[in-house]
């Protein structure tokens, strides 16, 4: 497969991971961590902020449409920043009300955001990642999640991911289109081959850029566009 690359803004930091953190685990190890967390069914995990209402209410209206034909499916919204701001507070209690209309309220929860050594396992512990913002933290949240090997949707047609190959990495939908991102997530949810696939080499897609996090350890330093195998 032909080289890929990230381009990152000229005004923003670079990235910065650690592919030593962000792995796949065996099944045993995965079953215990779902079970220290209290993760049940199949989980959606969401790793964003507040300020993303208005596509976490897409997300909302999608997840409607999997928990309609998916028993066992469950949306853990996990967007409550340690300290907040009064916007963030109004936008979080905005979400939890939207959230407890919607007729399957006992399935979504809302939760704080992972702290860094929780994230990676988070991600392990859930079947699969959303995506709905299309920006630098949107890359970071989906990469290090995948680089676990959660199966992910990303924002339609990415900008900052190079190389990515609908199908085999990751599944791509209209974050702002309900009916279009609920269709993708049963995807996942109900084809295990496709499921499988992604898992595996969407993992190694993401931490084939998570390997180049020693060049990112300074964030304020100047870092050239990183090349990486798809």
Request: proline share 7%.
């Amino acid at each position: 497969m032909s080289p890929a690359s990230l381009s990152l803004p000229s005004s923003g930091a670079p990235l910065a991971f650690d592919c030593l953190r962000f792995f796949p685990v065996a099944a045993g190890r995965r079953a215990r961590l779902r079970r220290h967390l209290g993760f049940s069914g199949l989980v959606l995990l969401v790793i964003d902020v507040p300020a993303a209402a208005d596509r976490l209410l897409h997300l909302l209206d999608a997840f409607a449409h999997v928990a309609r034909r998916e028993a066992a499916a469950h949306l853990r919204l996990a967007i409550a920043p340690p300290v907040t701001t009064f916007a963030e507070r109004e936008q979080l209690a905005f979400l939890r009300r939207r959230a407890a209309e919607s007729p399957y309220a006992d399935r979504i929860m809302i939760s704080s955001i992972p702290t860094e050594a929780e994230r990676p396992d988070v991600c392990r512990a859930a079947d699969v990642f959303v995506s709905i913002e299309d920006s630098l933290p949107g890359w970071r949240n989906a990469l290090e999640a995948m680089a676990c090997g959660l199966p992910a949707v990303l924002p339609d047609a990415p900008q900052g991911l190079r190389g990515l190959a609908f199908g085999r990495h990751a599944l791509t939908a209209d974050a702002t289109d309900a009916t279009d991102l609920g269709v993708t997530l049963m995807t996942i949810f109900r084809d295990p081959q496709i499921r499988t696939r992604l898992a595996r080499m969407g993992a190694q897609y993401a931490r084939n850029f998570l390997a180049w996090s020693g060049a990112w350890s300074d964030v304020n330093a100047e870092v050239p566009p990183v090349a990486a195998r798809a």
